[in-house]
Nanobody
Framework: QVQLEESGGGLAQPGGSLRLSCAAS????????MNWYRQAPGKERELVAS????????NYQDSVKGRFGISRDNAKDMLYLQMNNLKPEDTAVYFC???????WGQGTQVTVSS
């Protein structure tokens, strides 16, 4: 079955950086689009970034454009999210998700605070 394990979250200061990782298994990773979502307290889960199976098409939510970078390593079945110039409003639990499947990992907490 699809398994997704996020890691790399933590506490960062405003303006700081974090790099999230997602280890995927249970499906043929290189065939599928991958996504990063986040859910802040009291808010709905929202799509942050998407990347095509080959990595050639990338989309971002407007609020993270120019600050976040999604990437993937199809040889390692890994998905990444480089987050720069973090803002307090980026505080959320971050999840990776494979398109076409409804499985979710446990998420990784990102807290941006001084």
């Amino acid at each position: 079955q699809v398994q997704l394990e996020e890691s790399g979250g933590g506490l960062a200061q405003p303006g700081g950086s974090l790099r999230l990782s997602c280890a995927a298994s249970g499906f043929t990773f290189r065939f599928y689009w991958m996504n990063w979502y986040r859910q802040a307290p009291g808010k709905e889960r929202e799509l942050v970034a998407s990347i095509s199976n080959t990595g050639t098409i990338i989309n971002y939510q407007d609020s993270v454009k120019g600050r976040f970078g999604i990437s993937r390593d199809n040889a390692k079945d890994m998905l990444y999210l480089q987050m720069n110039n973090l803002k307090p409003e980026d505080t959320a639990v971050y999840f990776c998700k494979v398109s076409d499947f409804e499985s979710w990992g446990q998420g990784t907490q990102v807290t941006v605070s001084s």
